[in-house]
């Protein structure tokens, strides 16, 4: 799916201002959008920052406040792939295209460099963009949070709360018993989560487009337990006990503190995340180029 500058009328900046040269890389932004003459829009905190340390702020601009509603052809998410997560958050299900652009590290969801940023808007503008389709995640358990604030993009995890006993993981997948993982933690992943907190548990890379959830133990006490794959349109319920009757939930690095006996039921979402790409720029070379696939480190000796 691709769009062009003729559809990209109104433009959401939204950004981490605790991110290091984040006053820069916002002028460079807000200077390049304003040469298209496009209707600009500035999350209410980010425009607070920029306004107490006398940064560059455009000559005509709306705010959006916490609660407002999102209505814009291109949101852009300006810091790392946790500010593009409380960006796809804050956008909910209004299917606006998210543009990441990284001032952090690694950054998989932001794939446009700090060093980038006036050619990309250009490109964009210019050319238009790809969309990515991202699947969510849905936790159903009302008696702990809203149905709004139990939707991740990334994962679900299940965790202890202390730091000595480990718990456990009742777990059915779509009706049938699969088994009771006692762990550190258990991860519920979809594609895009595949690359964060499931990455560094063994779980295997699911493409944007794979039509699948990972179920990953953390710190298993069972070497056999290995990461399962399955199908996201199937109901993955879980029950956890614990020595101390509590537990975490995190929900894209969002935690909460649960008791036991708590009965959680996860699903696809209704609802997917739109990530805008520039044209030619794949997954594939995504992977290549964060985690260094094909490099050769003998060339540095």
């Not at 290091?20 to 002028?27: D, E, M, S, V, Y």
């Not at 425009?47 to 702020?57: C, D, G, T």
């Not at 590290?105 to 006036?118: A, P, Q, R, Y």
Request: net charge negative.
């Amino acid at each position: 799916m691709a769009e062009n500058y003729s559809s990209i009328q109104k433009v959401a900046v939204f950004g981490s201002v605790h991110k290091q040269g984040f006053a820069k890389a916002c002028t460079e932004l807000l200077q390049t959008l304003e040469t298209y003459g496009v209707e600009l829009f500035l999350d209410e905190r980010m425009e607070q920052f920029l306004r107490a340390n006398n940064a560059y702020l455009p000559s005509a601009y709306q705010l959006i406040k916490k609660d407002d509603a999102v209505s814009v052809h291109l949101a852009l998410s300006l810091g790392g792939d946790g500010t593009f997560l409380k960006t796809a958050k804050r956008v909910g299900s209004a299917g606006i295209p998210i543009l990441g652009i990284n001032l952090g590290n690694l950054g998989f969801l932001v794939d446009v460099k700090g060093n980038e940023i006036s050619d990309a808007i250009h490109e964009i503008m210019q050319h238009g963009f790809t969309i990515e389709q991202r699947s969510l995640l849905q936790l159903h358990a009302p008696d702990i949070l809203p149905a709004d604030e139990a939707i991740a993009l990334n994962e679900v995890a299940v965790l202890k709360q202390d730091t000595s006993s480990m718990i456990k993981v009742h777990t059915t997948l779509n009706g049938e018993y699969l088994c009771t993982y006692r762990a550190d933690g258990l991860l519920i992943s979809t594609p895009t989560g595949s690359t964060a907190y499931a990455l560094s548990v063994g779980a295997s890379i699911l493409m944007p487009e794979n039509n699948s959830f990972v179920v990953s133990p953390v710190a298993p006490h069972s070497l056999n337990l290995r990461p399962v794959i399955v199908p996201d349109h199937w109901q993955i319920d879980l029950d956890v006990e614990s020595q101390n009757h509590h537990f975490l939930i995190a929900i894209d690095g969002r935690s909460f503190v649960c008791k036991s006996g708590v009965h959680l039921v996860l699903k696809k979402a209704d609802y997917v995340v739109n990530v805008a790409k520039r044209k030619g720029h794949t997954y594939f070379q995504t992977l290549r180029e964060k985690l260094m696939w094909g490099a050769d480190a003998r060339l540095d000796f």
